[in-house]
């Protein structure tokens, strides 16, 4: 496993980067690292946290995170993928408060060759289980030339 700062595997841009870090990943699976503080994206200062329906958005960076370093391994380029849909989103707090950090795990269950995957997902902070869903991504071989074919 190649070390990689999160800016470097996420095809995103600030202020749109949510994740931390990415901490470990293999052929299979990814961990990221969410750290939540004031400056966090979405954080509110009335409630000082992150409302806890934003872990999909976690969860869809992580996936992106896993895809992005085993493109970097290949010497390829970071490709942008498409979030599909979540199945079955659990959340067991509804946010996600000040000076938490967030352990999002992703595990891939099946990838198809044209490019759709489904992921099991989950958050932790302290070994609690804080919400957990199946992600549905796509990341079709020339994302812009799909892009294109939609319009």
């Given at each position: ?17 949510l ?39 976690y969860m ?11 493109a ?6 970071v ?19 000040l000076?938490q ?15 759709l ?26 994302p ?8």
């Amino acid at each position: 496993m190649t070390h990689y700062s999160i800016e470097a595997v996420l095809p995103h841009a600030d202020p749109m980067i949510l994740l931390t870090r990415l901490v470990s990943y293999d052929q299979d699976s990814a961990v990221c690292e969410v750290d939540i503080s004031a400056q966090s994206a979405f954080f509110n200062e009335q409630t000082q946290s992150v409302a806890s329906y934003i872990g999909t958005e976690y969860m869809a960076q992580s996936i992106a995170a896993y895809a992005g370093a085993l493109a970097l391994d290949d010497n390829a380029a970071v490709k942008i993928g498409f979030l599909i849909g979540s199945r079955k989103y659990k959340t067991f707090t509804p946010e996600f408060t000040l000076g938490q950090t967030l352990a999002v795990s992703v595990k891939k269950l099946f990838q198809e060759e044209t490019g759709l995957s489904v992921f099991e997902c989950q958050i932790q902070h302290a070994d609690t289980v804080l919400a957990e869903a199946k992600i549905n991504v796509f990341q079709p071989d020339d994302p812009v030339q799909f892009l294109k074919e939609q319009q």
